[in-house]
């Protein structure tokens, strides 16, 4: 069966400090999807990131990156001197590629970041 | 601007009664879907959508219903069935693409009591 797994519920942190948010994931098939959403206050979840299973370069964008490794099957994400404006929920979710409907992803329960002035 | 509209933001309703939440895109986009958020929790799927006048069950449809008459609108019914309707309903619309992200509107928090 399909899991996505943030064990971290909360994290606090000050401003400036990096913190990296944890994904570990379970799924039987060889070729799946990863995605990172970031969930402000106002409610709207939004897209960060997508990921494929044969594409385990990691990536960077600004402060952001993420760290594909599919040995511990984990894809966790790093806020580089994080910020204020950082502070939201942010979820890990997996897909399959061919099977299953469409847009059946699998949520974890999400990690709350704050990020103190 | 392109988007997803779901109207009301909040919503108040008794026991017993049912309640439509609106959701309205203008992506252009073939697929649409119902999640509900309860508190510490991912989100789960309730409804899906690929094409008008088709739709399918999620993971969680019992107590609710939908309707997809145009291609732009995926309103979802939380009727009296459903045992625990309290929750922070999102919706989403995606192209007709396996795996392609999802764009999600603003929710609407709906408390029964």
């Known amino acids: 069966a399909q899991k996505v797994t943030q064990a971290q519920t909360e994290i606090s942190v000050v401003e400036k400090e990096d913190v990296t948010l944890d994904c570990v994931y379970e799924?039987?098939?060889?070729?799946?999807?990863l995605f990172w959403y970031k969930q402000p206050p106002s409610g709207e979840l939004v897209f960060l990131i997508r990921?494929?299973?044969?594409?385990?370069q990691n990536e960077i964008s600004g402060r952001y990156s993420w760290n594909f490794q599919k040995s511990t099957s984990s894809f966790n994400f790093t806020i580089t001197a994080s910020q204020v404006v950082d502070s939201a929920v942010y979820f890990c979710?997996?897909?399959?590629?061919?099977?299953?409907?469409?847009?059946?992803?699998?949520f974890g329960k999400g990690t709350k970041l704050s990020v103190k002035p | 601007d392109g988007g997803i509209t779901q109207s009301p933001k909040y919503l108040f309703r008794k026991e017993g009664q049912n309640v439509t939440l609106s959701c309205e895109q203008n992506?252009?986009?073939?697929?649409m879907y119902w999640y509900r958020q309860d508190p510490g929790q991912g989100l789960r799927l309730i409804y899906y959508?690929?094409?008008?006048?088709?739709?399918q069950k999620g993971d969680i449809a019992e107590g609710y219903s939908v309707s997809r008459e145009k291609k732009e609108s995926f309103p979802l019914t939380v009727t009296s069935a459903q045992k625990n309707p309290t929750a922070f309903y999102l919706c989403?619309?995606?192209?007709?693409?396996?795996?392609?992200?999802?764009?999600f509107g603003n929710g609407t928090r709906l408390t029964v009591t």
């Open positions: 959508s690929q094409i008008v006048n088709d739709f």
């Open positions: 992506l252009n986009h073939d697929a």
């Open positions: 979710a997996l897909s399959e590629i061919d099977g299953g409907s469409q847009g059946n992803l699998i």
């Open positions: 799924t039987r098939d060889t070729t799946y999807y």
């Open positions: 990921r494929n299973s044969f594409d385990e």
């Open positions: 989403a619309s995606s192209i007709l693409n396996s795996n392609s992200p999802l764009h």
